[in-house]
Nanobody, 127 residues
């Protein structure tokens, strides 16, 4: 399994933007589906976005559609999450996740669909 490490988190004001990065080592994230999840204090880890092995297809949870963009650079073994128009409700620890599947007919959204996880990066949005 790939070792994943997130970066790019921070504290921002509502309406600001951040770009998270997730870099893999040990084993490539290609050609597998990769995603982002987040977990706010006292809440369960929730799906945010995923991207197909070639970056051509993406899936988002409704609350971030139009504001977040997931992308990947397979040559760099890196996945990105561009977050714009951030809201206080986006405050959470954000986790990068890698799957063992390349099939994107039914995009995975469950925690159990992913086998590799990074340690997380904190995103705090102040109103």
């Amino acid at each position: 399994q790939a070792q994943l490490v997130e970066s790019g988190g921070g504290s921002v004001q509502a309406g600001d933007s951040l770009r998270l990065s997730c870099t893999a080592s040990g084993r490539s994230i290609f050609p597998y589906i990769t995603g982002w999840f987040r977990q706010a204090p006292g809440k369960e880890r929730e799906f945010v976005a995923s991207v197909s092995y070639n970056g051509a297809t993406t899936d988002y949870t409704d609350s971030v559609k139009g504001r977040f963009t997931i992308s990947r650079d397979n040559a760099k073994d890196t996945v990105y999450l561009q977050m714009t128009d951030l809201e206080p409700e986006d405050t959470a620890v954000y986790y990068c996740a890698g799957s063992r599947s390349s099939a994107y007919f039914s995009p995975p959204r469950r925690v159990a669909d992913f086998v590799s996880w990074g340690p997380g990066t904190q995103v705090t949005v102040f109103s």
